[in-house]
């Protein structure tokens, strides 16, 4: 919580024509960020989840169809984590270490779960809420009024992030935050 980072946590289980831009955004500003795949999704778009990952970006998995995880058996929950993690291994060929539960839905059993396939559950402690369709504006400002040391960023590909996506930015480092991966802000070292 005193660490000067936040993190993005951009969640996939819908589109692509906006990831192009973010991309391309967060390459100028030299931002890595955190992309939670949906299993559907990577079968469907193996060559955007490449471009993802060949970018340096952390790929972590958000279940296989967006599924209410808190309403599953431990079987069935057992398959969403592990199904999306075999074909996104297999698209990328690296080993899936973060998961982030659909709409944020989950059980005691899920992060069990999620930690016996040596994973770390993740949530947000922001959201954009951009699935409303808010301006760039707004959705600034709902950033912006409650970002923090440790902030954990929630967005999806949508047309208001990609459009606000870089004064975003912009106004997350004129804070004094650095914005980097999961992975980095967890670290202990500074």
Do not use: C
Not at 53 to 77: P, R, S
């Amino acid at each position: 919580p005193e660490k000067e980072m936040v993190t993005l946590l951009i969640n996939v289980s819908w589109r692509t024509e906006h990831i192009p831009v973010m991309l391309e955004t967060l390459k100028e500003h030299e931002v890595k960020a955190n992309f939670f795949i949906e299993g559907q999704w990577s079968k469907e778009n193996k060559s955007t989840l490449k471009m993802i990952d060949e970018q340096g970006h952390l790929i972590g998995n958000h279940g296989f169809n967006h599924t209410d995880m808190a309403k599953m058996t431990a079987q069935q929950i057992k398959e969403q984590i592990t199904k999306t993690n075999d074909i996104i291994e297999a698209i990328i060929d690296k080993p899936v270490k973060w998961f982030a539960p659909p709409s944020g839905s989950f059980t005691d059993t899920v992060v069990k779960i999620a930690d016996q396939e040596q994973m770390e559950t993740i949530l947000w402690t922001v959201d954009t809420i951009d699935w409303q369709k808010p301006s760039a504006s707004v959705m600034i400002n709902r950033v912006m009024d409650k970002v923090h040391p440790g902030a954990t960023i929630l967005m999806h590909p949508t047309p208001v992030v990609a459009e606000g996506l870089d004064r975003l930015l912009v106004d997350i480092k004129q804070q004094g935050y650095r914005v980097h991966t999961i992975e980095q802000l967890m670290q202990e070292t500074r």
